[in-house]
């Protein structure tokens, strides 16, 4: 046993999806009394690190150890009977019962067979007054705030079983003064010699909180860290895989400042998924690059362009124009295009083909009554197939049977036939080949070169760094530094990355 | 007023109205008779009822309620006349051969993830099916014991009556109450409801649960064919065709959310209690259609849908802010 005092200790842990691995040969020391967090990018591992250790999961190799006996939770009832417990970003309790009886759902205090509600209402009322929380325990659980339901989660896990707590970015609902709250809880629980493992994303609750940290890239684990041993450029540089000395990418042609109205205008944008006063004009040809960690609303920004988040303060102006989508349709109808992130479950439409799913947009634009007839989808399918050399025996194939860089490419294909002005990428290179990659890097030069807009979020900085001739670093939802021109670097964008608020 | 229990209160004053409006527009209608008429005659609906409750409150449906009732009924009469068993022999193996039928569909829908709407829909199917290879015919009961079952009672002043029948659903809703609100299996009903994945994340049996609520539902499906056939003195394939439907319009009625989570054993009494006068007020009018009942409780059961979207939305709307932490 290598640390002192670990309550949990895993050596090795192997997870595999269908021979994918997600999590490789992991080593991690959880000890009494320490607050740990556990960082990386999605992708990561981190999800599904936790859900190994919480009985979710079976892992396919290695060991976890409580108190230094090796354990096998099956699910997350035989995690928490070895005292694992953990709380979820979604509040995983129940809307419909009382506080208290969310507290104690199945351990509830019984005399012959009847459950003794007052007792339960005592010991939840006393419970909660650990966590400083003064409320009426009989009102159902759906009448208190988000916050405050998170705190009587905490509440729950840490009364099931006070050994190990593990939060799965537990502040992503709440307000500064509620992060806070629970903060102070936390350092309680501490104190009183709990291990809590914190996933979060946001750096400076990392330093603020945390004693140790543990980074995870690409289902490995990058190191463990003394917290405040570990300057911010590095934890940043750990995350991304990225070195701030990083060699610098050849960058495109310079921006020009010309003196036509911006092709698109953000002013002081809020919206209602939570990004607030983002501010950015585009001219035609431009890409622009949306920075920052997950979770900065890189994608928000993305989503509130399309129509598919409305915009609740500030304006949007296409040229002259503005411009207010209500609705996806109605950004496509004004030259939007965009391609999602979630490839998967936004993007491919899975039962359908390579040829219908390329030509459905452009069909949905001219309207059902004026159908493509077959040879011109044909003609059409060819020339993009040709074009974005789309590697595809056969374009009646199901789309699922395509690699993810092809499937990637007919998405990008679907959205060119619409002609676009203003095309959306957000992480258009996740999980594809470095073959596609590179064309995929191509295209969008191409396409600024022909005059269209191109809004490109992306975690890969490299890439960003590679086309963009204006990258905008988001944090905490808010646009923190725009970038353009000669600064670009990669080391400019790591470094607005990591700054401290 | 606690938005929780408003449905149950809404229906009880509902309830009160509609026999305040019968008592003036008719003499006796007001009776300890008529009430308790009410009670011997929607017995064997108000005991599916309270199952269906338990089966809704978890967000899932039992469509196979009728025809076990009529399946229990046939079985019953042709166990007793047929075969020539004791009613207190036969009473145990109706009730038993309910039980495994319902743990067979919850085992179903547990199991192999299906829709408790398709399960219990062939569970329709199969129950009527089984039901008629016993008998096509009604099979008319003729024993002393049946007889002292169907005589026995207590007389109340006014001519009211309360029989067998009356005392087995008073029987069945204590035992609904103590099970909702006294029990940890009715914790995990309402949880499941409320929410089955973050249910299963808490720990709660998902699958114990789900086979015991469909358990219950078809036990006192079975319970109410021994009263149905008591009552009828007979058993027979065809009855209770629809009686499914007139359980959970019940239900809604009485308040419960149909999408499950929410809801009262006692509402659902007063939903049978108020369809059951609203039939005793058409067959005072006399000239009216007996139809009419339907289309009153079709109209009813859209109100309460309406109501119980405008009080769904209260209950997730409504939040105390974060300026209840000290």
Same mark, same amino acid.
């Given at each position: 046993?290598?640390?002192?005092?670990?309550?949990?200790?895993?050596?090795?842990?192997?997870?595999?999806?269908?021979?994918?691995?997600?999590?490789?040969?992991?080593?991690?020391?959880?000890?009494?009394?320490?607050?740990?967090?556990?960082?990386?990018?999605?992708?990561?591992?981190?999800?599904?690190?936790?859900?190994?250790?919480?009985?979710?999961?079976?892992?396919?190799?290695?060991?976890?150890?409580?108190?230094?006996?090796?354990?096998?939770?099956?699910?997350?009832?035989?995690?928490?009977?070895?005292?694992?417990?953990?709380?979820?970003?979604?509040?995983?309790?129940?809307?419909?019962?009382?506080?208290?009886?969310?507290?104690?759902?199945?351990?509830?205090?019984?005399?012959?067979?009847?459950?003794?509600?007052?007792?339960?209402?005592?010991?939840?009322?006393?419970?909660?007054?650990?966590?400083?929380?003064?409320?009426?325990?009989? =009102? *159902?659980? #759906? /009448?208190?705030? @988000?916050?405050?339901?998170?705190?009587? +989660?905490?509440?729950?896990?840490?009364?099931?079983? %006070?050994?190990?707590?593990?939060?799965?970015?537990?502040?992503?609902?709440?307000?500064?003064?509620?992060?806070?709250?629970?903060?102070?809880?936390?350092?309680?629980?501490?104190?009183?010699?709990?291990?809590?493992?914190?996933?979060?994303?946001?750096?400076?609750?990392?330093?603020?909180?945390?004693?140790?940290?543990?980074?995870?890239?690409?289902?490995?684990?990058?190191?463990?860290?003394?917290?405040?041993?570990?300057?911010?450029?590095?934890?940043?540089?750990?995350?991304?895989?990225?070195?701030?000395?990083?060699?610098?990418?050849?960058?495109?042609?310079?921006?020009?400042?010309?003196?036509?109205?911006?092709?698109?205008?953000?002013? =002081? *944008?809020? #919206? /209602?998924?939570? @990004?607030?006063?983002?501010?950015?004009? +585009?001219?035609?040809?431009?890409?622009?690059?949306? %920075?920052?960690?997950?979770?900065?609303?890189?994608?928000?920004?993305?989503?509130?362009?399309?129509?598919?988040?409305?915009?609740?303060?500030?304006?949007?102006?296409?040229?002259?124009?503005?411009?207010?989508?209500?609705?996806?349709?109605?950004?496509?109808?004004?030259?939007?295009?965009?391609?999602?992130?979630?490839?998967?479950?936004?993007?491919?439409?899975?039962?359908?083909?390579?040829?219908?799913?390329?030509?459905?947009?452009?069909?949905?634009?001219?309207?059902?009554?004026?159908?493509?007839?077959?040879?011109?989808?044909?003609?059409?399918?060819?020339?993009?197939?040709?074009?974005?050399?789309?590697?595809?025996?056969?374009?009646?194939?199901?789309?699922?049977?395509?690699?993810?860089?092809?499937?990637?490419?007919?998405?990008?294909?679907?959205?060119?036939?619409?002609?676009?002005?203003?095309?959306?990428?957000?992480?258009?290179?996740?999980?594809?080949?470095?073959?596609?990659?590179?064309?995929?890097?191509?295209?969008?030069?191409?396409?600024?070169?022909?005059?269209?807009?191109?809004?490109?979020?992306?975690?890969?900085?490299?890439?960003?760094?590679?086309?963009?001739?204006?990258?905008?670093?988001?944090?905490?939802?808010?646009?923190?530094?725009?970038?353009?021109?000669?600064?670009?670097?990669?080391?400019?964008?790591?470094?607005?990355?990591?700054?401290?608020? | 007023?606690?938005?929780?229990?408003?449905?149950?209160?809404?229906?009880?004053?509902?309830?009160?109205?509609?026999?305040?409006?019968?008592?003036?527009?008719?003499?006796?209608?007001?009776?300890?008779?008529?009430?308790?008429?009410?009670?011997?005659?929607?017995?064997?609906?108000?005991?599916?009822?309270?199952?269906?409750?338990?089966?809704?409150?978890?967000?899932?449906?039992?469509?196979?309620?009728?025809?076990?009732?009529?399946?229990?009924?046939?079985?019953?009469?042709?166990?007793?006349?047929?075969?020539?068993?004791?009613?207190?022999?036969?009473?145990?193996?109706?009730?038993?051969?309910?039980?495994?039928?319902?743990?067979?569909?919850?085992?179903?829908?547990?199991?192999?993830?299906?829709?408790?709407?398709?399960?219990?829909?062939?569970?329709?199917?199969?129950?009527?099916?089984?039901?008629?290879?016993?008998?096509?015919?009604?099979?008319?009961?003729?024993?002393?014991?049946?007889?002292?079952?169907?005589?026995?009672?207590?007389?109340?002043?006014?001519?009211?009556?309360?029989?067998?029948?009356?005392?087995?659903?008073?029987?069945?809703?204590?035992?609904?109450?103590?099970?909702?609100?006294?029990?940890?299996?009715?914790?995990?009903?309402?949880?499941?409801?409320?929410?089955?994945?973050?249910?299963?994340?808490?720990?709660?049996?998902?699958?114990?649960?789900?086979?015991?609520?469909?358990?219950?539902?078809?036990?006192?499906?079975?319970?109410?064919?021994?009263?149905?056939?008591?009552?009828?003195?007979?058993?027979?394939?065809?009855?209770?065709?629809?009686?499914?439907?007139?359980?959970?319009?019940?239900?809604?009625?009485?308040?419960?959310?149909?999408?499950?989570?929410?809801?009262?054993?006692?509402?659902?009494?007063?939903?049978?209690?108020?369809?059951?006068?609203?039939?005793?007020?058409?067959?005072?009018?006399?000239?009216?259609?007996?139809?009419?009942?339907?289309?009153?409780?079709?109209?009813?059961?859209?109100?309460?849908?309406?109501?119980?979207?405008?009080?769904?939305?209260?209950?997730?709307?409504?939040?105390?802010?974060?300026?209840?932490?000290?």
């Amino acid at each position: 046993m290598s640390a002192q005092n670990a309550v949990l200790q895993l050596t090795g842990v192997c997870k595999r999806f269908k021979g994918v691995i997600a999590v490789n040969n992991v080593d991690l020391d959880l000890r009494a009394g320490e607050i740990h967090a556990l960082l990386g990018e999605n992708g990561a591992g981190k999800s599904t690190l936790i859900k190994v250790i919480t009985g979710v999961y079976t892992p396919d190799g290695g060991r976890i150890e409580i108190d230094g006996a090796a354990i096998c939770p099956k699910s997350t009832l035989d995690a928490q009977k070895h005292g694992i417990s953990t709380v979820y970003q979604e509040v995983n309790l129940l809307p419909n019962l009382s506080v208290a009886h969310n507290l104690y759902l199945g351990r509830e205090p019984r005399r012959f067979g009847c459950i003794q509600w007052k007792k339960l209402q005592r010991d939840a009322r006393a419970l909660l007054q650990r966590f400083s929380l003064d409320i009426d325990v009989n =009102e *159902l659980l #759906s /009448s208190y705030s @988000i916050a405050v339901q998170q705190l009587i +989660a905490i509440a729950r896990a840490v009364d099931c079983a %006070a050994k190990v707590v593990i939060l799965d970015e537990p502040t992503a609902s709440l307000d500064s003064r509620e992060v806070g709250l629970l903060f102070q809880i936390l350092r309680t629980l501490r104190d009183q010699g709990t291990a809590i493992l914190i996933v979060t994303h946001f750096l400076d609750q990392v330093y603020a909180l945390t004693d140790r940290l543990t980074v995870m890239r690409n289902g490995e684990k990058v190191g463990t860290f003394v917290t405040a041993e570990l300057p911010r450029e590095a934890l940043v540089s750990h995350m991304l895989g990225k070195e701030l000395q990083a060699m610098e990418a050849s960058r495109a042609s310079q921006h020009t400042d010309s003196v036509d109205p911006a092709a698109l205008q953000l002013r =002081e *944008l809020s #919206s /209602s998924n939570g @990004i607030r006063n983002i501010n950015f004009s +585009a001219q035609r040809g431009d890409a622009i690059g949306l %920075a920052g960690l997950l979770g900065s609303g890189r994608s928000e920004v993305c989503a509130a362009l399309f129509g598919l988040d409305s915009v609740t303060e500030g304006e949007i102006r296409l040229g002259e124009a503005p411009y207010k989508p209500r609705s996806p349709a109605q950004a496509i109808a004004q030259g939007f295009a965009l391609c999602p992130e979630d490839r998967k479950t936004d993007g491919i439409v899975h039962p359908l083909s390579v040829r219908e799913n390329m030509i459905i947009a452009h069909q949905a634009q001219r309207g059902w009554w004026r159908p493509l007839r077959r040879s011109e989808q044909n003609k059409l399918v060819a020339d993009a197939t040709q074009r974005l050399k789309i590697v595809c025996s056969d374009p009646e194939k199901p789309i699922g049977e395509l690699s993810g860089g092809n499937q990637q490419k007919v998405i990008l294909a679907r959205w060119l036939m619409t002609h676009p002005q203003i095309l959306i990428l957000d992480e258009p290179t996740r999980g594809i080949d470095i073959g596609a990659h590179a064309e995929i890097l191509q295209l969008i030069r191409k396409l600024c070169a022909e005059g269209m807009t191109l809004i490109v979020a992306s975690s890969e900085i490299e890439e960003l760094v590679a086309f963009s001739n204006k990258i905008l670093v988001m944090r905490d939802k808010r646009l923190s530094t725009t970038i353009a021109g000669q600064d670009i670097s990669e080391n400019a964008v790591l470094a607005a990355i990591a700054e401290p608020d | 007023m606690n938005r929780r229990t408003l449905p149950v209160t809404v229906t009880g004053i509902l309830f009160v109205l509609l026999l305040i409006a019968g008592a003036v527009q008719f003499t006796g209608f007001a009776s300890p008779r008529v009430i308790l008429n009410l009670f011997t005659d929607n017995a064997f609906l108000a005991i599916i009822a309270l199952g269906m409750t338990f089966v809704i409150l978890s967000g899932g449906i039992d469509l196979s309620v009728g025809s076990v009732l009529a399946f229990s009924s046939v079985l019953c009469a042709s166990l007793i006349q047929v075969h020539g068993w004791h009613p207190l022999q036969a009473f145990p193996v109706v009730l038993l051969a309910g039980a495994c039928f319902g743990a067979a569909m919850g085992i179903f829908i547990h199991v192999y993830k299906l829709q408790p709407f398709i399960v219990t829909l062939a569970g329709m199917f199969f129950a009527r099916g089984l039901a008629t290879v016993i008998s096509e015919q009604s099979i008319p009961i003729e024993h002393s014991f049946i007889d002292a079952i169907n005589n026995f009672g207590f007389a109340l002043p006014g001519r009211g009556w309360i029989g067998s029948a009356t005392l087995i659903l008073i029987a069945v809703f204590i035992f609904g109450t103590w099970l909702a609100h006294f029990t940890r299996l009715g914790g995990y009903i309402y949880a499941l409801g409320g929410n089955a994945n973050s249910a299963a994340l808490l720990g709660v049996p998902v699958g114990l649960t789900t086979i015991s609520i469909y358990t219950l539902s078809s036990t006192l499906a079975a319970l109410s064919g021994i009263v149905y056939s008591c009552y009828t003195a007979s058993g027979y394939a065809l009855t209770g065709i629809g009686l499914e439907l007139d359980a959970i319009a019940a239900v809604v009625i009485g308040g419960t959310l149909i999408s499950g989570g929410y809801g009262y054993v006692l509402g659902t009494l007063l939903g049978v209690l108020t369809m059951g006068l609203i039939q005793t007020w058409i067959s005072f009018h006399g000239s009216l259609s007996s139809w009419w009942t339907k289309i009153f409780i079709g109209s009813l059961v859209l109100m309460f849908m309406i109501f119980q979207r405008w009080i769904s939305q209260g209950l997730t709307g409504r939040r105390h802010g974060p300026d209840r932490i000290n």
